[in-house]
T-cell receptor
Framework: KQEVTQIPAALSVPEGENLVLNCSFT??????LQWFRQDPGKGLTSLLL?????REQTSGRLNASLDKSSGRSTLYIAASQPGDSATYLC??????????FGKGTSLLVTP | DGGITQSPKYLFRKEGQNVTLSCEQN?????MYWYRQDPGQGLRLIYY???????QKGDIAEGYSVSREKKESFPLTVTSAQKNPTAFYLC???????????FGNGTRLTVT
């Protein structure tokens, strides 16, 4: 069974810092890996999807990388802002449909 | 605006009662999913459906049932057989295989 781990569980940084969130998975036979953001009490918002043949994806200040062979992904957030404060979830799909989620990294960006 | 609507936002039930959570999407997506989120546990897959009139069990399907009679609707029934039903329930959809999941805003179910 696919297991997804996210480190750290929580992170607090001052505004303006660049930061990296880590995700690892046990089964490298994936279709894709997705990063989501979740605000308290809300649903998830899709940030980036990396297909198994890709190495990275970028959207604005976000950059996600994928190393399938080592079972790792990182989400890089440049020039963090207080509005980036949320929980970030990594998820992988072995079928192209349903996702297996990590427990998330709770990020707090302080002014 | 296209999206996924989950209703109600909060739901309270007595132990032993069945309850149905609504999920409707107007994104014209073929696939729909139900996840459960508990504090410290992450999201766990309950059921998913790739097309109308077809669905598959996820990792924690016991005590739950679903139907997929229409493309836009995927209701989840939490039965009295579910031992720990209190949780935050999230519905999602995706257009095709290997595409991003879109989530609703969730239903928080409390059973006492």
């Amino acid at each position: 069974k696919q297991e997804v781990t996210q480190i750290p569980a929580a992170l607090s940084v001052p505004e303006g810092e660049n930061l990296v969130l880590n995700c690892s998975f046990t089964d490298s036979a994936i279709y894709n890996l997705q990063w989501f953001r979740q605000d308290p009490g809300k649903g998830l918002t899709s940030l980036l999807l990396i297909q198994s043949s890709q190495r990275e994806q970028t959207s604005g200040r976000l950059n996600a990388s994928l190393d399938k062979s080592s079972g790792r992904s990182t989400l890089y957030i440049a020039a963090s802002q207080p509005g980036d404060s949320a929980t970030y979830l990594c998820a992988v799909s072995n079928s192209g449909y349903a996702l297996n989620f990590g427990k998330g990294t709770s990020l707090l960006v302080t002014p | 605006d296209g999206g996924i609507t989950q209703s109600p936002k909060y739901l309270f039930r007595k132990e032993g009662q069945n309850v149905t959570l609504s999920c409707e999407q107007n994104l014209n997506h073929d696939a729909m999913y139900w996840y459960r989120q508990d504090p410290g546990q992450g999201l766990r897959l309950i059921y998913y459906s790739q097309i109308v009139n077809d669905f598959q069990k996820g990792d924690i399907a016991e005590g739950y049932s679903v139907s997929r009679e229409k493309k836009e609707s995927f209701p989840l029934t939490v039965t009295s057989a579910q031992k720990n039903p209190t949780a935050f329930y999230l519905c999602a959809s995706s257009s095709v295989r290997d595409s991003p999941l879109h989530f609703g805003n969730g239903t928080r179910l409390t059973v006492t």
